[in-house]
């Protein structure tokens, strides 16, 4: 069974860089074709994709979030991670990290409990 | 980006009611759409995939069906661990998008 588990600060200063990671049991980050995802809720809202990476380092991000997004792995850890640059308010969110299965469906299968993430001074 | 539109809200159901979420995509997403049942201060967790295969494990009370821009999440018989709410997600195209979320209340 996969199981994944956030961790980082749960409270970041405006303008500076949110840094959160995955931990990862039960499946390799560095094999198969999984995808590795951040996606995040704001507070009463629906959620928010916001980009994977893949074990051959290939990534894809939110167009609304690219400029300021960053998802990176360690595969020496079975972790990956991410961070949002320059956060505002609007940036208050639940992160979770998710497993993707991308064969002949696309499902975000396993989930992390997530994390809440307040930005303010 | 590809909007998608989910109705109601909310509602209010007893038990034993029948239950019907819609979701529409703003354009054709043929059958990429799944559905994700989340409880209060818990992960979204996998209930359909492809619009209308259950996840292994989840209770066949529970169906989905629909195709292009249009889509249906039926709960023939709500149960009270059914309470909850339930999220739309395109995958035709990135960015994946959700829906905004019906909220399942008890009445």
């Known amino acids: 069974q996969v199981q994944l588990q956030e961790s980082g600060p749960g409270l970041v200063k405006p303008s500076q860089t949110l840094s959160l990671t995955c931990s990862v049991s039960?499946?390799?980050?560095?094999?198969?074709?999984?995808?590795w995802n951040w996606i995040r809720q704001h507070p009463g809202k629906g959620l928010e994709w916001i980009g994977y990476?893949?074990?051959?380092?290939?990534?894809d991000y939110n167009p609304s979030l690219r400029s300021r997004v960053t998802i990176s792995g360690d595969t020496s850890k079975n972790q990956f991670s991410l961070k949002v640059s320059s956060v505002t308010a609007a940036d208050t969110a639940v992160y979770y990290c998710?497993?993707?299965?991308?064969?002949?469906?696309?499902?975000?299968?396993?989930w992390g409990q997530g994390t809440l993430v307040i930005v303010s001074s | 980006d590809i909007q998608m539109t989910q109705s109601p809200s909310s509602l209010s159901a007893s038990v034993g009611d029948r239950v019907t979420i819609t979701c529409q995509a703003s354009?054709?997403?043929?059958?990429?759409l799944n559905w994700y049942q989340q409880k209060p201060g818990k992960a979204p967790k996998l209930l359909i995939y492809?619009?209308?295969n259950l996840e292994i494990g989840v209770p066949s009370r529970f169906s989905g069906s629909g195709s292009g821009t249009d889509f249906t999440l039926t709960i023939s018989s709500l149960q009270p661990e059914d309470i909850a709410t339930y999220h739309c997600?395109?995958?035709?195209?990135?960015?994946?998008?959700f829906g905004q979320g019906t909220k399942v209340e008890s009445k």
């Open positions: 354009q054709d997403i043929r059958y990429y």
């Open positions: 492809d619009a209308s």
């Open positions: 990476i893949h074990h051959t380092g290939s990534t």
């Open positions: 998710a497993r993707a299965i991308m064969t002949a469906v696309t499902t975000l299968e396993s």
């Open positions: 997600q395109q995958y035709d195209n990135l960015p994946w998008t």
């Open positions: 039960g499946a390799s980050i560095s094999s198969g074709d999984d995808y």
